[in-house]
T-cell receptor, first 111, second 118 residues
Framework: QKEVEQDPGPLSVPEGAIVSLNCTYS??????FMWYRQYSRKGPELLMY????GNKEDGRFTAQVDKSSKYISLFIRDSQPSDSATYLC???????????FGKGTLLTVNP | GAVVSQHPSWVICKSGTSVKIECRSL??????MFWYRQFPKQSLMLMAT?????????EQGVEKDKFLINHASLTLSTLTVTSAHPEDSSFYIC??????????????FGSGTRLTVV
């Protein structure tokens, strides 16, 4: 079983749609959970950070963590063409501060 | 906010030559730097972790003699790809962490360097 699984997509939605992105993980040592957005040929940009089960909302973005099921999600409401990017889940924990990334989901929001 | 400057943003080099990539933390002290490689449509793969003033710790399968990492100061880390070959062509990204892990929860990424070896 891979440490992190993320559906690579691609995912294409119309403007205004609700987008759901998901990752599963197997490493129980992961303590914090992050979502990054990466535009083509750019570095990742932090969207959401959380360390507990439940929901965290920031504007149009909601991060959801279910530690018991080892499952995290990112919801994007009222999606915009500018949201078109690759979305990466990332997991961390432990004293070495390493992050483990999912493969990323390529999202296209069509006007 | 915390900013990490990475240069160059792209570079083309001939096979057999060496290429140096710089990563600078502009407004915080980076006690730890991470170097990643990303192939097209693939995730970020950690290559090595470096702590200021110490030797880098390389991930399994990464050749330390080929990918030389120097982290001599709290604001600068460099990655040198030595004797580059076409299979080294990739997108290289650095990430810097401050001591308290405050900036971006401890992970501020550079904008990446696209290396093409011809």
């Amino acid at each position: 079983q891979k440490e992190v699984e993320q559906d690579p997509g691609p995912l294409s939605v119309p403007e205004g749609a609700i987008v759901s992105l998901n990752c599963t993980y197997s490493n129980s040592a992961f303590q914090y959970f992050m979502w990054y957005r990466q535009y083509s040929r750019k570095g990742p940009e932090l969207l959401m950070y959380t360390y507990s089960s439940g929901n965290k909302e920031d504007g149009r973005f909601t991060a959801q963590v279910d530690k018991s099921s080892k499952y995290i999600s990112l919801f994007i409401r009222d999606s915009q063409p500018s949201d078109s990017a690759t979305y990466l889940c990332a997991f961390g924990g432990g004293s070495n501060y390493k992050l483990t990334f999912g493969k990323g989901t390529l999202l296209t929001v069509n006007p | 906010g915390a900013v990490v400057s990475q240069h160059p943003s792209w570079v083309i080099c001939k096979s057999g030559t060496s290429v140096k990539i710089e990563c600078r933390s502009l407004d915080f002290q980076a006690t730890t730097m991470f170097w990643y490689r990303q192939f097209p449509k693939q995730s970020l793969m950690l290559m090595a972790t470096s702590n200021e003033g110490s030797k880098a710790t390389y991930e399994q399968g990464v050749e330390k003699d080929k990918f030389l990492i120097n982290h001599a100061s709290l604001t600068l880390s460099t990655l040198t790809v030595t004797s580059a070959h076409p299979e080294d062509s990739s997108f290289y990204i650095c990430s810097a962490r401050d001591l308290q892990g405050q900036a971006n929860y401890g992970y501020t990424f550079g904008s990446g360097t696209r290396l093409t070896v011809v």
